[in-house]
């Protein structure tokens, strides 16, 4: 099974909102930080956001911050991104990834989902 599995994508109009689910297994989930990135046609995978191991502190790259919040549940081994206000520019594959350090590249990331596509019409 892979490490990490996504799924919540799906097709929505600008405006709206998505929440995106991020399942982990065979793994220690409660001692690696969780990013999230995006990867949109012709363009290189994007920092989206962050959260800590503890769930205590976050970070959001700047083309999203005030849209997106993530959050985690230890308990369930389980990362989420919130995505409010979407827009016609968010469409892309969102994957979920899992590092030992605290980082916004994604070579630090050991662990990664296969992607969940969210498309946002305008």
């Known amino acids: 099974q892979a490490p990490l599995v996504e799924s919540g994508g799906g097709l929505v109009q600008a405006g709206d909102s998505l929440r995106l689910s991020c399942a982990a297994s065979?793994?220690?989930?409660?001692?690696?930080?969780m990013g999230w990135f995006r990867q949109a046609p012709g363009k290189e995978r994007e920092f989206v956001g962050a959260i800590t191991s503890s769930g205590g502190s976050t970070s959001f790259a700047d083309s999203v911050k005030g849209r997106f919040t993530i959050s985690r549940d230890n308990a369930k081994n389980t990362v989420y991104l919130q995505m409010n206000s979407l827009k016609p520019e968010d469409t892309a594959v969102y994957y979920c990834?899992?590092?030992?350090?605290?980082?916004?590249?994604?070579?630090?990331?050991?662990?990664w989902g296969q992607g969940t596509q969210v498309t946002v019409s305008s």
């Open positions: 990834a899992a590092a030992r350090q605290w980082s916004t590249n994604r070579d630090d990331y050991r662990y």
């Open positions: 065979g793994f220690s989930f409660r001692i690696y930080h």
